[in-house]
């Protein structure tokens, strides 16, 4: 009951009815929004501060793919001593004029060097990346730009394989005996060569980004991973297996220790307990949603994100809460999909892919309000928010203001 004094009316009283949400909610909801390299920095910080939760990293960190950053390619954690790889290869691409499209490009190829300067580049997912930053191009057009690289100083860069790189740099070699090169380096990537050619192998450079610093990319794990069959995982990233401590258990319910200390001990458990029960509902939420939202993408796991069959976050809404026998709100399925990446077998890409932009069902019934108002009648954008509301269709005043604008 909220009560509030009106200037000359004396005291009155309104009732509302708030909405409050509980700390395990907030706690849920929070990491539910988390990629999967937020979270285990998130599970770390947590780790760190609560002694009552246990559980240890692995040693070996899991298989990175894909990359981020805001204009979709790299982002360097630490800056190089020296000259890098990426920064002297972009220098001579600017030095021979290589401009527009063809420069995002190479840039993109760049990107997936590794320290050698092979290319380790998955070409869908690059391709995916790029359309998302409104850069379309063809398979094609990209290795054009591949061979490009390889043709600039230092030759051999971007090259798949040894056999590629070592062509590349095949200028190097006598003319009167590269037509004997390219023979016996066939089956070079095999570990078959003609022995005789060795002096001149030793004249061309096998890893030719070796020279250069290397600068750390950071990598997009995938939260998801969807197999050939449409199969739906989801890929917790080396999280560690999370407990609560034995021993704080006790400590929790141990008499014979002073209050302060019991209480201590039951704070630290109890948020032990939450924390490990919203990570493994965060797991089960959006394993959830993928499996509903992959679910007969057979065309999608045959062509590309091209043959996605575009769903809504309502219709996804409505099917979750029927799997678990009560209401989803639109907003949960918003962050299940947020920043999350998904491994398929033509590659990494967002999830959000999966999603309508925009939600036609609200726009819907919200043409259908206006249309049955009375002569006369017009429902400013709060009442409209408030009559979708009313309907579970949660729609702030500007989104009503934007929509009435499409209709």
Do not use: W
């Amino acid at each position: 009951m909220a009560m509030s004094m009106s200037m000359g009316m004396g005291m009155q009283t309104k009732q509302r009815q708030l909405q409050r949400i509980s700390p395990q909610m907030r706690l849920g909801l929070s990491l539910l929004k988390l990629p999967i390299n937020d979270l285990k920095e998130t599970v770390r910080k947590e780790l760190d501060s609560n002694p009552a939760l246990e559980g240890s990293f692995p040693l070996m960190p899991p298989r990175l793919v894909g990359l981020t950053g805001e204009n979709g390619f790299i982002l360097d954690n630490a800056r190089a001593k020296g000259k890098s790889l990426i920064e002297h290869l972009s220098g001579e691409l600017r030095m021979k004029g290589v401009s527009g499209k063809l420069a995002q490009l190479c840039e993109a190829i760049i990107c997936e060097l590794d320290e050698s300067g092979m290319f380790r580049g998955e070409e869908r997912s690059i391709l995916t990346t790029l359309a998302l930053n409104g850069i379309h191009a063809t398979e094609e057009e990209l290795n054009e730009a591949r061979m490009l690289i390889m043709s600039i100083d230092p030759r051999g860069c971007g090259a798949k394989d040894l056999k590629e790189c070592l062509l590349a740099q095949i200028g190097k070699i006598p003319a009167a005996e590269r037509d004997r090169f390219v023979r016996g380096i066939e089956h070079i990537n095999e570990g078959k060569a003609d022995r005789s050619l060795l002096p001149l192998i030793s004249k061309l450079n096998v890893k030719p980004g070796a020279a250069f610093e290397h600068v750390r990319v950071e990598y997009v794990t995938p939260d998801i991973v969807v197999d050939r069959d449409g199969e739906v995982t989801v890929d917790q990233g080396g999280l560690p297996e999370l407990d609560v401590s034995p021993r704080y258990v006790a400590m929790a319910s141990d008499r014979e220790l002073d209050e302060e200390t019991r209480k201590y001990a039951q704070e630290k458990v109890r948020k032990a307990r939450e924390f490990n029960t919203a990570v493994n509902r965060r797991k089960e939420m959006i394993e959830l949603v993928a499996q509903l939202a992959i679910s007969g993408q057979k065309e999608f796991l045959k062509k590309g994100p091209d043959a996605i069959r575009v769903q809504t976050m309502t219709e996804i809404c409505k099917k979750v809460a029927e799997k678990l026998g009560h209401k989803c709100s639109v907003s949960t399925i918003s962050r299940a999909a947020e920043k999350k990446q998904v491994k398929t077998p033509v590659g990494t890409i967002p999830f959000r892919l999966f999603f309508a932009r925009i939600d036609r069902a609200p726009i819907a019934r919200l043409r259908e309000i206006i249309a049955a108002a009375p002569a006369g009648v017009k429902y400013s954008d709060e009442q409209l928010s408030q009559m979708l509301a009313k309907e579970g269709f949660k729609v702030k005043r500007r989104t009503v203001s934007n929509y009435r604008r499409k209709i």
